[in-house]
């Protein structure tokens, strides 16, 4: 059984930083995309990284662009999500998600990912 579990998520005023994690069991994690989504109250979830199973390619939504980093460890089965000069349209519940594949371009995977965490909050204060 798949599970992704997220954690560090908080409160943090406008301009602040958090780092996201999220661990991931069940999957072989070398052979997966992982990507992180958010959802804001009253508003669709939408895309916000993405990066390949090596590490080696990463998708940002034009958004979060300059400021978020995804990287994952293929030794710790985690990815990761750096968020800094957070603002509050940043405020959301975040997703951490995969998807199994091996390629390189990431594009497809902005839509969706078959395996889903249950979510974390992120509250950017102004």
């Known amino acids: 059984q798949v599970q992704l579990v997220e954690a560090g998520g908080g409160l943090v005023q406008a301009g602040g930083s958090l780092r996201l994690s999220c661990v991931a069991s069940?999957?072989?994690?070398?052979?997966?995309?992982m990507g992180w989504f958010r959802q804001a109250p009253g508003k669709e979830r939408e895309f916000v990284a993405a990066i390949s199973w090596s590490g080696g390619s990463t998708d940002y939504a034009d958004s979060v662009k300059g400021r978020f980093t995804i990287s994952r460890d293929n030794v710790k089965n985690t990815v990761y999500l750096q968020m800094n000069s957070l603002k509050p349209e940043d405020t959301a519940v975040y997703y951490c998600?995969?998807?199994?594949?091996?390629?390189?371009?990431?594009?497809?995977?902005?839509?969706?990912?078959?395996?889903w965490g249950r979510g974390a909050l992120v509250t950017a204060s102004s």
């Open positions: 069940g999957l072989s994690f070398r052979s997966y995309a």
């Open positions: 998600a995969a998807e199994p594949t091996l390629r390189a371009v990431l594009g497809g995977l902005r839509t969706g990912m078959r395996y």
